[in-house]
C-alpha cells in the first residue's frame, strides 16, 4: 500500500514516467511492498526552489506506506529512489528529497487495513 508522488520542476514524458514507474514497482519490495498496492503520482512543471535556486532540475519525493521498514531498508529505498531519478530525469541526487511517512491507519475498499 505505498504511495509514491514525484514532484519536479521539470517535464517528464510518458515514457518516463512508465520506466519510474515499472523501477518503483521492484524498489518498493525494499520495505517489503508489491506493486499489487503501489500508487503514485506525478507532478512535473511544479515552481521550486532548492537553497535557494530555481536553476537546477529538482525533485521531491513522498513515500507513504502501511506499516514500519527499518532504517536500513528506508536507506536502501532512499538509494535506489534517488538512482532511478537520476538515471530517468537526469536529476542530481543532491537535488532531490525524499520523505517517509509510514501509518498504522491506511484504509482502502472501503475498510481500513
Known amino acids: 500500500m505505498p504511495y509514491i508522488n514525484t514532484t519536479t520542476n521539470i517535464s517528464i514524458s510518458k515514457e518516463q514516467e512508465l520506466k519510474i514507474k515499472s523501477r518503483y514497482s521492484e524498489a518498493v519490495s525494499l520495505i517489503g511492498k508489491s506493486e499489487a498496492y503501489l500508487m503514485l503520482g506525478f507532478n512535473p512543471n511544479t515552481s521550486m526552489y532548492f537553497a535557494g535556486k530555481s536553476d537546477l532540475p ?4 513522498e513515500v507513504k506506506f502501511f506499516g514500519t521498514a527499518s532504517e536500513k531498508r528506508l536507506d536502501m529505498l532512499t538509494q535506489a529512489i534517488c538512482e532511478i531519478i537520476n538515471s530517468e530525469l537526469d ?4 537535488q532531490i528529497y525524499v520523505r517517509y511517512q509510514p501509518t498504522e491507519y491506511w484504509g482502502w475498499n472501503g475498510r481500513n487495513f
Do not use: E, Y
Open 58 to 61: 529538482t525533485a521531491f519525493i
Open 91 to 94: 536529476i542530481s541526487p543532491s
